[in-house]
């Protein structure tokens, strides 16, 4: 490939063709003038716009342009080129490396971002006003102007009209000030608010700007500027409030079948979550060890039933080999649950380590949207609330549309005449109970992408589930809904104000007041079984 590079680089750097705009002088410039004198000579070949410097510039920032007295010459692998004709060259033996200070590499990079603010395409436009966005200066005004003026997308065209504001707030035109200080109004981006109070600031007994008209200019452009970080930080609490009560509603929802409609103190709950999630673990392993991998971002899809499938399995042995004898007796299921999730805590330690393993989010749960300068919204977090949505969803056609929910019901309304009427009312109780440990290992599948797996993985959901459960009333999954979403977003909110250990407190005094007021829950049982 190096011969064809050469030829292309020597292509680009011929003048006859018309196709290289730098002159001679320029040329010499940029790679035997001081910093100054290359800086302004890149800065102004930039500014044209000719895309026929980015050679040239690219040779700079590589390391591959020499000099020997007047002459430049470009060193690519084994081929050697004159860099003002572009032809083929011998390398004097006195030929020295163009060094390039920090602050002329930064002016590199800078100037061959900036010649794709002139590309056809409005995404590499875009990338290249971001790349540029952290790092301007004045220099950089005539190519921004440029730009600006050349720019057809709206949104591009703001972009560039804050970046020429974030310049011009330093000139020494007051006007120009002004008029830097009311297009900044308009950002939401966390950078112009600290230009802006650089710009406020007291230096000694003045100010940083000395002009007290351009000051409150500036002060009303923070107030603005402030105002839109604040909306970017409350919707991010929102969402992170509404992706905690997503989790908070798959980990609950087996919690309101087994306990809300089976009455069924399971304290082995979060192991069934923390199985799911292994379970999710093991299939990944697998896919990266056995399969293509190209196939491994498809894991998560064979692992949604991989975790519903060990977790109900291990919920129809627990339920058929200890639960089915302790049903009517709280205090012996409780003690009973708590034990097996001690069990299964020390069968996982044994079979994986006491450590916390990783699971690798596939590519395309990988990033978010930027939503705000100030918010983006993780793929994988959206994608945790749809899952619960679909969860939900399932769980309720399932309950209300189909046999097996409809014999569910029925034995837990009223026991003998379910049995009366020809019901199997142990095989009932073994399938809700599966199911409900099921739930609770697409839970354990839906937290594996947020965070480590370990031993302890369920523990740190128990208490918040059963506290769902019981705000959103026994039994009822829509309260089970408005409770897990609820008490998700004050959660976020009172972790914002207060921390998060005293945040729990609060919300543990709210639900115990709660309670005490409405022991039924946001959604009370009616007819027969609210009197069962």
């Not at 100037?111 to 056809?120: D, E, Q, T, V």
């Not at 504001?165 to 950002?187: F, H, M, Q, V, W």
């Not at 351009?214 to 452009?221: E, M």
Request: hydrophobic fraction near 50%; include cysteine; proline fraction near 3%.
């Amino acid at each position: 490939m190096r011969p064809l590079t050469a030829a292309l680089l020597a292509l680009c750097l011929m003048t006859a063709g018309g196709a290289w705009a730098l002159t001679p002088e320029q040329i010499k410039v940029l790679a035997t003038g001081d910093n100054d004198e290359r800086i302004d000579a890149l800065t102004a070949a930039a500014a044209a716009g000719d895309a026929a410097l980015q050679p040239y510039a690219q040779a700079l920032l590589d390391d591959e342009v020499k000099t020997a007295g007047e002459r430049v010459f470009i060193v690519r692998g084994g081929t050697v080129l004159d860099a003002v004709t572009g032809a083929p060259a011998m390398l004097p033996d006195d030929a020295e490396d163009v060094i390039n200070s920090n602050r002329m590499r930064r002016a590199l990079q800078g100037a061959l971002a900036a010649l794709k603010l002139f590309s056809p395409e409005a995404g590499v436009r875009a990338r290249a006003i971001e790349e540029l966005r952290g790092d301007i200066d004045e220099t950089m005004l005539p190519l921004i102007e440029k730009a600006y003026a050349a720019e057809t997308d709206v949104s591009l065209k703001e972009l560039l009209e804050r970046m020429r504001a974030t310049i011009l707030i330093a000139s020494d035109d007051k006007d120009k000030r002004l008029e830097a200080a009311n297009a900044l109004a308009g950002s939401g981006q966390p950078a112009v608010k600290a230009l802006l109070l650089e710009r406020l600031a007291k230096q000694g007994d003045s100010h940083a700007e000395p002009d007290a008209e351009v000051r409150a200019a500036l002060q009303s452009a923070l107030r603005s500027v402030e105002s839109r970080l604040a909306w970017g930080e409350r919707l991010g609490v929102v969402f992170s409030g509404v992706s905690l009560g997503s989790i908070l509603l798959l980990v609950a929802l087996g919690l309101a079948i087994t306990y809300g409609l089976m009455g069924v103190i399971n304290m082995a709950h979060g192991e069934l979550m923390m199985i799911g999630a292994y379970a999710t673990y093991v299939v990944q392993n697998l896919f990266r060890t056995y399969l293509p991998a190209g196939l491994f971002d498809a894991y998560i899809v064979a692992a949604v039933p991989a975790a519903f499938a060990a977790s109900f399995l291990v919920g129809a042995v627990l339920e058929r080999s200890v639960i089915r004898w302790l049903y009517g007796r709280p205090l012996e299921t409780l003690l009973a649950t708590w034990g097996i999730s001690l069990v299964l805590m020390q069968g996982v330690r044994t079979l994986f380590g006491a450590q916390n393993v990783q699971v690798e989010n596939p590519s395309w749960l990988s990033g978010g949207v930027d939503v705000m300068s100030n918010l983006t919204l993780p793929y994988n977090r959206i994608a945790i609330i749809v899952f619960a949505g679909a969860v939900l969803l399932a769980v309720a056609l399932l309950i209300a549309r189909t046999r097996v929910g409809l014999f569910v019901r029925g034995v837990t309304q009223n026991r003998p005449m379910a049995a009366c009427m020809g019901v199997d009312t142990a095989r009932v109780d073994t399938y809700a109970f599966s199911l409900g440990a099921g739930i609770a290992g697409l839970a354990g599948c839906a937290l594996s992408q947020v965070g480590n797996v370990g031993p302890d993985l369920g523990q740190n959901y128990i208490v918040d589930a059963f506290l769902v459960v019981v705000t959103g009333g026994v039994g009822q999954l829509a309260g089970t809904v408005y409770a897990a979403l609820g008490l998700g977003v004050i959660n976020k909110f009172l972790e914002g104000w207060q921390g998060a250990v005293l945040a729990k407190i609060m919300v543990l005094l709210f639900i115990v007041a709660f309670i005490q007021k409405r022991p039924q829950g946001l959604f009370a049982m009616k007819g027969r079984s609210a009197e069962a």
